[in-house]
């Protein structure tokens, strides 16, 4: 693998090839209307390529592939050491691609190439040849019945499950989505968002490249209030998994009730509490502090957005996490020196904006920035903002921004920072930083979140589940524990003679 330096990113824009038409039954295909929508580059609102804005017709056509698919047993009754040898192919002929895979995700998201090309490609890699890995590894299982009995408990696909992204991680979270749901069998449906489409189309294109059979998975580009309502909807879709927000999820959650049943697994929004003690390193939890609230711009549903400091160094904690705050520079994402990209689009640019103006008017105290910056570029950038002397009701404390906003919280114990935590609408991801085991633990214990970490942040890999408490979601990514929600148990009960 080449190394990100070693590449001149401006020039490998200029000659790239960028997808741009729907996926079904293996073959890449214009909508039925011919529609199509622009996806824009954040780094300087340009068009990148005009993509197939499908329809719920397109919908129709793209689900009786799969369930034929899937019907037919192609690839949901196919041995699973040879499903694993097709996956590992697919992830294979990914690293094959993996500069110009970076470079489409970092054109469409805005994100910088370092963390595109370091981060993000080898994270769907592991998550791939992972899963892949651990398919014939995995065995069901005999149930402790009566000597005359036999009683055999399966692990089976779900059928066609309907997988639909975000535009913050598009690649790591369909690649969260796509191993286990095609290593159990299923046919799948991906809906991208219409703002970040092209890495899902490559690598589906490298799927089909590396032996997926015609159907398996099919990827439908277009927007979430026809093409995502029609399809949650669809009486012929066994299951649905979601990464997004909150609001959209519930809606996900009624569509299933009105239509089939569908099972549903949802990963939603969050305002984690990243909490620091008096006796931590606080050299490293306020580097950390900062890379918790301005990675990806802030725009992670896992971003500690609330920073919890302990009333006893609190001034002094808040100036160290200020400096820190202030190397992560926003700007043009193919300069390796730049830290943070750009916000996804303008819209988003705007909400940020409003909240900023709302932590001001609630008496929150602005320590940094809170502007937008580098108008001229045409791109959508803002600076890190932190907001000190926050209180935990306020609507910044309370409401998920998704921008590099941080609202900083003072605590006095282990009791009020478990407390300020909890209280919270969400329960994703937190932090807790401290050099007493006890007080690690136990606040670790004590905040109602999916991932925790202890002097750490970010932290875990794909052998540990992911996802939410509360409002957060349900349903896991990752870990052998993301395959029960592609799957459904089955008994049969068997009597002798």
Known sequence: MSDVNSINWAELAKTTQ???????????????TGKTEATINPANGQIITQVAD???????????????????????????????????????????????????????????????FDIDVPSALNTIRWTAEAIDKVYEEIAPTAHNTIALIERLPLGVVLAIVPWNFPLSTTAWKLAPALATGNSVIL??????????????????????????????TGDGINLGKHLSLHPDIDGQTF????????LLMQYAGQSN?????????????NIVFADADLESAAEMAAVAGFYNCGQTCTAGTRLLIQESIYDTFLAKVIEHAKTWKEGNPLDLNNRMG???????????QRYVKIGQEEGARLVLGGKVTQTETGGFYHEPTIFADVDNSMRIAQEEIFGPVMSVIKFKDEADAIRIANDSPYGLAGAVWSNNINTALKVAKGVRTGTMGVNNYFGGDITVPFGGFKESGNGRDKSLHAMDDYTELKTTWIELN
């Open 342 to 352: 750009a916000i996804i689009n303008p819209s988003q640019l705007e909400n940020i």
């Open 261 to 273: 049943l569908k099972r549903t697994f949802l990963e939603l929004g969050g305002k984690s509490a």
């Open 54 to 116: 499908c329809s719920p017709e397109d919908a129709d056509i793209a689900v009786k592939n799969a369930r034929d698919t899937f019907e037919s047993g192609v690839w949901s009754q196919m041995a699973p050491g040879e499903r694993k040898k097709i996956l590992l192919r697919w992830a294979q002929l990914i690293e094959d691609n993996h500069a110009q895979i970076a470079l489409l995700e970092s054109l469409d998201a805005g994100k910088p190439i370092s963390d595109t």
């Open 191 to 220: 809906k991208p968002d219409p703002k970040t489409p092209m890495t899902a189309l490559r690598i589906a294109q490298l799927a089909t490249e590396a032996g997926l059979p015609d159907g398996v998975l099919n990827v439908l």
């Open 243 to 250: 990464t997004g927000s909150t609001n959209v999820g519930k």
């Open 18 to 32: 960028y997808p741009n038409q729907a996926i079904i039954n293996g073959k890449n295909v214009d909508s039925v």
